[in-house]
């Protein structure tokens, strides 16, 4: 399942939020996403979880959770169209 965390901190890293999300399960990958011209986070990233159940907890229990803080959005990613 491929993951939405926004809302988070400029300061956060693809490792830090990595370690996060490994509590609750397999981590595929993680892509906090960057602007082009200034090489800042953008405030939010991508995660993908192998383990859609545990993509699902890890969703449950850390929307709306400070990290760093900030309140984080976390929900399900949806395609873009």
Same mark, same amino acid.
């Not at 953008?42 to 449950?60: P, R």
């Not at 309140?71 to 990613?77: D, I, L, Q, S, Y």
């Given at each position: 399942?491929? /993951?939405? /965390?926004?809302? &988070?901190?400029? +300061?956060v890293r693809e490792a830090d939020l990595?370690?996060?999300?490994?509590?609750?399960? @397999?981590v595929t990958s993680v892509k906090v =996403?960057?602007? $082009? *011209? #200034?090489? $800042?986070?953008?405030?939010?990233?991508? =995660?993908?979880?192998?383990?859609? *159940?545990?993509?699902? !907890?890890? /969703? @449950? *229990? &850390?929307?709306?959770?400070?990290?760093?803080?900030? #309140?984080? =959005?976390? !929900? *399900? @990613? +949806?395609?873009?169209?």
């Amino acid at each position: 399942m491929n /993951i939405y /965390i926004g809302n &988070l901190n400029y +300061r956060v890293r693809e490792a830090d939020l990595q370690q996060v999300m490994e509590d609750y399960g @397999a981590v595929t990958s993680v892509k906090v =996403v960057m602007d $082009r *011209e #200034t090489g $800042r986070s953008k405030g939010f990233a991508f =995660v993908e979880m192998a383990n859609d *159940e545990e993509a699902s !907890k890890a /969703i @449950a *229990e &850390l929307n709306g959770a400070e990290y760093e803080g900030r #309140t984080m =959005v976390v !929900k *399900e @990613a +949806r395609p873009k169209f």
